[in-house]
T-cell receptor, first 116, second 111 residues
Framework: DTGVSQNPRHKITKRGQNVTFRCDPISEHNRLYWYRQTLGQGPEFLTYFQNEAQLEKSRLLSDRFSAERPKGSFSTLEIQRTEQGDSAMYLC??????????????FGPGTRLTVL | GENVEQHPSTLSVQEGDSAVIKCTYSDSASNYFPWYKQELGKRPQLIIDIRSNVGEKKDQRIAVTLNKTAKHFSLHITETQPEDSAVYFCAARRGLGKLQFGAGTQVVVTP
């Protein structure tokens, strides 16, 4: 499968625990995005990377959230001290980068987080 | 920042009829407008997109129109089929980078 992949697909955790999700973008895609989607809503932007550089982070993003893309390939999203309000689908997307006219974003299947 | 509103939230159509979904955006500098289709339990998939230098784009049964002056764009699906049933999201982007999504439209095509 040459599309965006995410692991795990499902995660159930207890409030206060830390969780980490992984995203593997499409090969040679320079940009990687994280979004969060709750039931009945569209994806909400969290942060994005150009290679290993984190270019933008949502102002709504709590400091309990951190993302990395250390080698410019896969990325991890960590949530510390999870809260019930963190329960959502976490989507990753990748794109070729600014050299393309539309920079189409391709989404992964998501990681569904449930915080008990 | 950008704000995208999408209407209607649900749309029920008879198979073979047309479906129209409308979105408005707030940032006049937005220049790229994609539409994604998300089936239950699956990833959002791009179905069509349009840039601000184009007023209309068509791909088989799907078309998108853009009115920059009014800051709204619409998705048109003709000759709807049961497999068109899904949630459709519009989005807007200024320059390159993050997408701002609408809240989605649940389309149900009844045979």
């Amino acid at each position: 499968d040459t599309g965006v992949s995410q692991n795990p697909r499902h995660k159930i955790t207890k409030r206060g625990q830390n969780v980490t999700f992984r995203c593997d973008p499409i090969s040679e895609h320079n940009r990687l995005y994280w979004y969060r989607q709750t039931l009945g809503q569209g994806p909400e932007f969290l942060t994005y990377f150009q290679n290993e550089a984190q270019l933008e982070k949502s102002r709504l993003l709590s400091d309990r959230f951190s993302a990395e893309r250390p080698k410019g390939s896969f990325s991890t999203l960590e949530i510390q001290r999870t809260e019930q309000g963190d329960s959502a689908m976490y989507l990753c997307a990748s794109s070729l980068g600014p050299t393309t006219s539309t920079d189409t974003q391709y989404f992964g299947p998501g990681t569904r987080l449930t915080v008990l | 920042g950008e704000n995208v509103e999408q209407h209607p939230s649900t749309l029920s159509v008879q198979e073979g009829d047309s479906a129209v979904i409308k979105c408005t955006y707030s940032d006049s500098a937005s220049n790229y407008f994609p539409w994604y289709k998300q089936e239950l339990g699956k990833r959002p998939q791009l179905i069509i997109d349009i840039r601000s230098n184009v007023g209309e784009k068509k791909d088989q049964r799907i078309a998108v129109t853009l009115n920059k002056t009014a800051k709204h764009f619409s998705l048109h699906i003709t000759e709807t089929q049961p497999e068109d049933s899904a949630v459709y999201f519009c989005a807007a982007r200024r320059g390159l980078g993050k997408l701002q999504f609408g809240a989605g439209t649940q389309v149900v095509v009844t045979p």
